[in-house]
T-cell receptor, first 117, second 111 residues
């Protein structure tokens, strides 16, 4: 149990275009989903937290107009990188947290590698 | 960094034991250990919730410090597939239980 999927697993786009990444919890309802970014040989950095039906909360330094997050249901959250630039190239990972006894456990998706040319 | 991990890199021979440490000046409501392989997301190994809690998962053993500020992860009888980056991650109640990651420990197991 506790499987989180991401789509696509990798994407290449041209500078100035927008890219949408989907995150789904497959076998549990995720009250909260998180989006992280990871640069090569670095740790995961939290970008934003989203609760179903609410606006996302962004970490300091993360542009909310550039990284649009929608958490439309208890199993789906999307991250849209708008007007992408080469410096946005990174590994984006989502995670989901469920209800009840598993309130403190977070399960991560496989990640999406974004390359902006 | 809120969570300091040590060592940053560990190269051991197959069959040896290894221990990774995680320390902070902050008190965490829970502490979790993850392993990440290249190009993949982190996989939860062990989650710790109580002060002093000692938990095992196969060859893995982890303990949450009495003060809830530190932890260690021990892997016994290492095998080549233990290779990867190990992260500790803590949840702070004051920060809405968001996970904060340590810097990671890169583990290499030589056959």
């Amino acid at each position: 149990g506790a499987v989180v999927s991401q789509h696509p697993s990798w994407v290449i786009c041209k500078s100035g275009t927008s890219v949408k990444i989907e995150c789904r919890s497959l076998d549990f309802q995720a009250t909260t989903m998180f989006w992280y970014r990871q640069f090569p040989k670095q740790s995961l950095m939290l970008m934003a937290t989203s609760n179903e039906g609410s606006k996302a909360t962004y970490e300091q330094g993360v542009e909310k107009d550039k990284f649009l997050i929608n958490h439309a249901s208890l199993t789906l959250s999307t991250l849209t990188v708008t007007s992408a630039h080469p410096e946005d190239s990174s590994f984006y990972i989502c995670s989901a947290r469920g209800l009840g006894d598993r309130l403190y456990e977070q399960y991560f998706g496989p990640g999406t590698r974004l390359t902006v040319t | 960094q809120l969570l300091e991990q040590s060592p940053q890199f560990l190269s051991i021979q197959e069959g040896e034991n290894l221990t990774v440490y995680c320390n902070s000046s902050s008190v965490f409501s829970s502490l979790q250990w993850y392993r990440q392989e290249p190009g993949e997301g982190p996989v939860l190994l062990i989650a710790l919730y109580k002060a002093g809690e000692l938990t095992s998962n196969g060859r893995l053993t982890a303990q949450f410090g009495i003060t809830r500020k530190d932890s260690f992860l021990n892997i016994s009888a290492s095998i080549p597939s233990d290779v990867g980056i190990y992260f500790c991650a803590g949840q702070l109640k004051a920060a809405g239980n968001k996970l904060t990651f340590g810097g990671g420990t890169r583990v290499l197991v030589k056959p």
